[in-house]
C-alpha cells in the first residue's frame, strides 16, 4: 500500500512560482510511476506531468511544458512538481496519483492506470 499526501499548494500572482510536493507512505514507492495531475472546476481531471521510476522517463503537457519540471527524491520518498511562469489557467487541485510497475521507465497518460492518489492540493493563480 502506498498513501500519498500533497502540499504546496497556494495563492500566486500570474508570474510566479509554486512547488508542489508529494511525500508517500510505502516501500514500494520506490517501483511507482508517479504522475501530477488537476482538475479545474467543470473540467475534466488532466495528466500534466508524470515520471518513471527510474527517472529514465518523463511526460509534460502541451500545456505546462517548459514551464513546470516533474522530479523524484527517491531517499525522501517525494515527487515534486516545480510551477514556473503561472497563468490563471493553471488554476486548479492539484493531485499526485502513483501506480507500482516491474518497467522502470513505464509511466501512463490515463488517470485509470493510477492506483494510488493523494487528496489534492489547491493552486490559485490570480491575473
Known amino acids: 500500500q502506498v498513501q500519498l499526501v500533497e502540499s504546496g499548494g497556494g495563492l500566486v500572482q500570474a508570474g510566479g512560482s509554486l512547488r508542489l510536493s508529494c511525500v508517500a507512505s510505502?516501500?514500494?514507492?520506490?517501483?511507482?510511476?508517479v504522475g501530477w495531475f488537476r482538475q479545474a472546476p467543470g473540467k475534466e481531471r488532466e495528466l500534466v506531468a508524470a515520471?518513471?521510476?527510474?527517472?529514465?522517463?518523463?511526460y509534460y503537457s502541451d500545456s505546462v511544458k517548459g514551464r513546470f519540471t516533474i522530479s523524484r527524491n527517491s531517499a525522501k520518498n517525494t515527487v515534486y512538481l516545480q510551477m514556473n511562469s503561472l497563468k490563471p489557467e493553471d488554476t486548479a487541485v492539484y493531485y499526485c496519483a502513483a501506480s507500482s510497475t516491474v518497467y522502470s521507465s513505464w509511466i501512463s497518460y490515463a488517470a485509470d492506470d493510477y492506483t494510488y492518489w493523494g487528496q489534492g492540493t489547491q493552486v490559485t493563480v490570480s491575473s
Open positions: 515520471i518513471s521510476w527510474s527517472t529514465i522517463n518523463t
Open positions: 510505502g516501500s514500494i514507492f520506490g517501483r511507482c510511476a
